[in-house]
């Protein structure tokens, strides 16, 4: 293992290859001239350092068959990782809809912190109870995880850590301060806005490569396809919200 990660070095590979140019030119370009291009001092030569010539012989072939191991187990790894892949737009869209289902809890709490910051005799409305996760979109993103490439891998794995947090939130019951809800519904929006960009790069549409880190564009669509109304006083706090954690960096 530490052999391949070896060769996977540029830095390796231009030594080696340095290496091996000088081992050529000492070995068998330089002695014709040494030896005033004699054949029978030539072979004493190349018999002198047979050990040598054997085991750079051994070296090269051992190189060779790791190339064509490495090779077979890459094409074997993206075979597995289309195969996992077939499974993901599905996967993708149940967490969709759940992060949907997620919104009427959060829309609750805020009206009831709204109403036990401005009228304390107001009756409160019930807080929905949090959606299940759904269950099938974990084996998807292990295999998908398992065989993917390390970008893929990561972002994936994001998105997993990130929709482990946002369930944890949304089972608390209690309201909690306005900055707290803003915040929990801002981050729904930046994980629907990752599921949205995954679409395409799922569905063969596009390459890995063109997923863009997410913007603040991408998070006001996403509140949209959420169902949140954008022109009520708490999407205006929301926005101004959104814009302030982007622009803080």
Known sequence: MLVVKAFESKAVISITFTLFILYFVSMFIAPWFTTA??????????????????????????????SISRYNEEKKR?????????????AISELCLYLNSCVPTYTAKM??????????????????????????YASVFKESIKHASPEVGDYLVRILRDLQVHHSRSLEQTAGSKDYLLACIHEIGVLRARLDSLFKFARNEKEFSSIKPIDYEQVITAYNSLNLDLNSKFSTELINYTRFKFNAG
């Not at 002198?48 to 051994?58: C, H, I």
């Not at 009831?112 to 099938?136: D, G, H, Q, T």
């Open 37 to 66: 291009f004699s054949w029978e001092k030539y072979q004493k030569v190349l018999y002198t350092w047979q050990s040598l010539n054997v085991g750079v012989l051994a070296f090269t072939a051992s190189v060779i068959a790791l």
């Open 111 to 136: 009206e009831v912190f709204r109403i036990r910051s401005e009228n304390f005799n107001s009756s409160e409305p019930p807080i929905p109870k949090a959606p299940e996760l759904p269950r099938n």
């Open 78 to 90: 993206e075979r597995e990782f289309t195969a996992a892949k077939a499974f993901l737009p599905q």
